[in-house]
């Protein structure tokens, strides 16, 4: 399948730069995945089309502050780093600017002043451009880290916030996101309590979103194309709630594709058709020819041309009808990607 496919004319206006002064403030393009039909709605609508019984799956990672800006400690030359995940102790996965420069044995340097705060040594060097870096500190990695760190904002967002929570969903809990599940960020704890007040269940699992999510697509063939593995967790008591809601007839219903990614993971290694409390590491492409095994519906926000995220939307709804739901959305010029509106499907 040919990644031209999944291209369209996008005006970088449309590219949300910030977030609405409100959560719940945003859009709401509607689509029936069956009929093709489209509707255009505020945010707030969104529990219109939520029904009694069904369950709410939300992601509930938490940014960490994963961009490092520093130098390389012989040359004293810019570096920029951003944590992808955590191998364990004082070693992670990492992405580095200028990468050409950036090689194994390089020792780099974080914070102001002659004495580095936080020292690191690049180990070694991936196939994706990736860096096994080690870091070396006095006191708490986790307290320096929020010191030095930024909130690692898509490099097409130029603006820098003033309020990193903005970065995060209200309901984010667990650490170890390299990007937040920004279809989330639409939500407040009021309007969550009122779909658990309307019958809908609200369950957590954990992605924590890395290089799998947001690494771009540079082959011509959809199939050619490697996902990176990310770190996911269904908690016993969310396999609980979706059985029971599969049980009663309810709809299961993803919010962002990192829920769905989850979501599929999980039923995908289930001989029984039930689900079960499961974590690991899931690498799962999902593009047109896919057979949804959990996702119901899915709540997301728009994303960019030729990204793994369009060919998942896709597989859902449909190449044809997601296109033209894309193209409306651009002329009623609809906010894109991480800080833009949203899109439900059902």
Not at 2 to 28: C, G, H, M, N, Y
Not at 40 to 51: C, D, N, S, T, Y
Not at 260 to 270: D, I, M, N, Q
Request: no cysteine; aromatic share 10%; proline share 5%.
């Amino acid at each position: 399948m040919d990644v031209s496919l999944f291209d369209f004319e996008l005006p970088e206006r449309l590219i949300a730069q910030t977030p609405l002064p409100e959560r719940t403030s945003s859009r709401l393009l509607t689509l029936d995945k069956r009929t093709g039909e489209i509707g255009h709605h505020p945010f707030e609508a969104l529990i219109h089309f939520l029904h009694p019984g069904d369950a709410l799956v939300i992601n509930d990672t938490k940014v960490i502050p994963a961009r490092l800006f520093g130098r390389k400690l012989d040359s004293g030359a810019k570096a920029e780093v951003l944590l992808l995940r955590n191998l364990g102790g004082d070693r992670w996965e990492a992405l580095v600017k200028p990468g050409k420069r950036l090689r194994a044995g390089a020792e780099l340097g974080f914070g102001d002043g002659p004495e580095p705060l936080l020292r690191a040594v690049i180990e070694q060097e991936g196939e994706m451009g990736q860096r096994i870096i080690r870091f070396r500190y006095a006191g708490i990695f986790n307290e320096i880290l929020d010191r030095l760190g930024q909130m690692p904002l898509p490099p097409y967002i130029k603006v820098r916030l003033a309020d990193r929570e903005r970065y995060q969903t209200v309901y984010a809990r667990e650490e170890g996101s390299a990007a937040a599940p920004t279809a989330g960020l639409h939500f407040t704890e009021a309007y969550l309590d009122r779909i658990r007040a309307h019958g809908v269940r609200v369950a957590p699992v954990t992605l924590h979103v890395g290089l799998g999510t947001f690494r771009p697509v540079s082959v011509e063939s959809v199939e050619e194309h490697e996902m990176h593995a990310e770190y996911y967790s269904l908690p016993e008591t969310t396999a609980r709630i979706l059985n029971e809601t599969r049980e009663r007839g309810g709809r299961i219903i993803a919010v962002g594709t990192t829920s769905a990614r989850t979501l599929e993971t999980v039923a995908g290694g289930s001989n029984d058709g039930v689900f079960h409390a499961a974590s690991g590491w899931t690498s799962i492409f999902i593009y047109p020819g896919y057979v949804f095994k959990a996702v119901d519906a899915l709540l997301t926000n728009f994303h960019l041309p030729r990204s793994t995220l369009v060919m998942l939307v896709s597989a859902l709804a449909g190449r044809e009808r997601i296109l033209r739901a894309y193209k409306e959305a651009i002329e009623r010029e609809y906010r894109f990607f991480s800080f833009g509106d949203a899109m439900f499907i059902y």
